[in-house]
């Protein structure tokens, strides 16, 4: 008998596949869309717009639906593209901003001489010991004098760590007074003494050396925004 003949007046599939056909309706008009258990045998059917491929799908997704998921991706991109434009731009636009000096900020007449140092290891406070007899007694002679505003020792808390360790400041009024001048410089001979001046020069090139590296000089100026 032909097997096709079996089936007369019934569904043009197997018994078997009438149940999973009836499991997929099911499933089809189920809110939550749960499938009961495939083989690994595809079943396709046009009456329901449905594709199921077995062991590939746990879950049902009509044709419309997916649809609007496409749709709604499509959108959401979009928006992520607009979004990320006006970003991108609103951030170049204020990157590329020209301030103008004295208008949009200021900056100081007075002048910061800072010096990095890093000092060796074990030797901060040999070296502390020494600019303190040297450095920093010509600075209170100059502070004294009026030649410069203040003076300034930072030492790092990580000593360790990067080029310096330690920064030596000095603060002027005003660039002009860097320049060399003959008679700031014999008001200040005159005060500090010549033979403390040779035994601080003789002592800072003897010892030094040993203590520490000079690694950079900056001239630096106070920038105020308004």
């Known amino acids: 008998m032909d097997d096709r003949s079996k089936y007369a007046g019934k569904s043009a599939l197997p018994p078997e596949a009438d149940i999973k ?55 959401l991109m979009r928006i992520k593209s607009i979004l990320t434009f006006v970003t991108l731009f609103t951030v170049s636009g204020a990157a590329f901003a020209d301030l103008e000096v004295y208008k949009d900020y200021d900056i100081s007449d007075a002048v910061w001489s800072v010096t990095t140092v890093r000092v060796n290891a074990n030797m901060d406070d040999a070296y502390l010991e020494g600019i303190k007899n040297t450095w920093a007694s010509g600075n209170k002679v100059a502070m004294e004098l009026g030649q410069i505003e203040s003076w300034s020792i930072f030492r790092s808390d990580l000593p360790q760590s990067g080029d310096f360790n330690l920064l030596l400041i000095v603060k002027f009024a005003n660039s002009s007074d860097l320049a060399p001048n003959k008679e700031r410089y014999d008001a200040f001979m005159k005060e500090f003494g010549e033979a403390k001046n040779k035994e601080a020069t003789e002592y800072s090139q003897k010892n030094y050396p040993a203590m520490r590296e000079l690694t950079g000089e900056y001239l630096m100026r106070e920038i105020t925004l308004k």
Do not use: C, M, W
Not at 29 to 53: W, Y
């Open 21 to 75: 056909l009836e499991s997929v309706q099911r499933s089809a008009n189920d809110p939550k869309r749960t499938l009961a258990p495939l083989d690994n045998h595809a079943i396709h059917t046009q009456s329901f717009g449905l594709f199921v491929a077995g062991e590939a799908a746990n879950d049902i997704v009509r044709p419309h639906e997916y649809n609007q998921q496409y749709e709604y991706g499509e959108k």
